[in-house]
């Protein structure tokens, strides 16, 4: 289905004139015809303009269903006895064959996304504007072609190691062909959701959720440092292509997709936060022990520059224990006076 933008129907208030000129008319037709009809030799021009004027009163209002008003970013697809008519598609004020239909199956889908939020409720979405409410009751058939913001549900997903990790994301997305949006997928924005979803999965599944070894997140065959906390960027992209790849066939362009929430499921998360606090702990113990041997080996050789005192090796032993027993310690050192020798 290809878009065929409507861009000669901007005659909407020509046409408004027209109309209301035609039941002044249609009115002024019936008071004539009503005047002639007291007048011997004109009844049957009386009632000629009694029921012409009589007729388009009836029906002079159908031509008032062409009538059409956009405002920027808005759009709107329209048939003519089941056939895609076109797409008006700038703001403006047009004229329409009156039994062309406006078609938008996404209308009364409410999703979890900026301007389009009903809280699950299913209720009609009430805005407010200054003080004045406006339902948006799905009668609109008007399609939006503004920036929208997706933010699924948080889902459950295993990464590459087996670990359940909870991730939602945001997505920026708008419609770019109203008739591959309309005519291509039942509902579009169900089917963003859904794709939404499952490109999630598809990619989380890749990482894991801290830094790995020999874990190939790229695919290339060599391990690398990639994860889902520390390449949130990375993925973040992959996401979006993932995503446009599964929506381009709907008419749908994905702008950005950033990663909101990121944890570790509640069953294992006080486990992994051990494993977390346990590798710190190492890490720190591993940098005290690192400079404690660095200033035990300096203490000794500045003894030894300054000759102040002559340490056999078993001293130098002793030495070097209670050094690192001091620095390494957790808590303060309390000394023990020894008054006697080490022999």
């Known amino acids: 289905m290809k878009e065929k ?26 008071i004539l015809g009503g005047n002639l009809s007291g007048r011997s030799g004109s009844g049957l021009l009386a009632v000629f303009l009694i029921v012409l004027g009589f007729i388009w ?23 003519l006895f089941g056939n895609y008519a076109g797409t008006l598609k700038e703001e403006g004020f047009y004229y329409v064959n009156p039994f062309c ?22 209720k009609p979405l009430m805005i407010s504007y200054g003080g004045a409410a406006l339902s948006s009751d799905g009668s609109n058939r008007k399609i939006s072609l503004k920036v929208m913001t997706l933010n699924n549900s948080r889902q459950k997903i295993n990464d590459c190691l087996g670990n359940p990790v909870e991730i939602g994301i945001a997505v920026m997305w708008r419609v770019v062909d109203t008739a591959k949006a309309v005519f291509n997928v039942d509902n579009y924005k169900e089917y963003l959701s859904l794709q939404c979803d499952s490109a999630l999965r598809d990619i989380v599944r890749v990482y894991p959720y801290d830094v790995a070894p020999n874990v190939d997140t790229t695919g290339d065959g060599i391990a690398d440092e990639g994860s889902l906390r520390g390449s949130s960027e990375i993925v973040a992209s992959r996401i979006r292509n993932e995503i446009q790849q599964k929506v381009a066939d709907a008419g749908l362009e994905i702008l950005e997709a950033r990663i ?24 720190a113990r591993k940098m005290i022990v690192d400079g404690a041997v660095g200033m035990v080996e ?20 002793a030495m070097v224990s209670n050094l690192l027993v001091v620095l390494c310690g957790n808590h303060d050192a309390q000394p023990v006076v020894n008054s006697g020798s080490l022999y």
Request: some cysteine; glycine content about 8%.
């Open 57 to 79: 009163i009836a029906v002079g209002w159908i031509p008032l269903l062409g009538l059409k008003i956009l405002k920027p970013q808005e759009a709107l697809v329209l048939t």
């Open 101 to 122: 239909s406006s078609v938008n199956p996404a209308a009364k889908t409410r999703l979890n996304q900026s301007g389009d939020v009903d809280g699950g409720s299913g």
């Open 260 to 283: 909101t929430y990121l944890a570790y499921a509640p069953e294992i998360a006080a486990v992994m936060l051990q494993r977390q606090q346990a590798s710190a702990v190492i890490d």
């Open 298 to 317: 300096m203490a000794l050789e500045r003894l030894n520059e300054k000759q102040l005192v002559e340490l056999d090796e078993e001293r130098k032993a």
């Open 5 to 30: 933008i409507l861009n000669h129907k901007k005659n909407g208030l020509a046409m408004l004139f027209l109309i209301i000129l035609l039941y002044a008319a249609g009115i002024g037709c019936v």
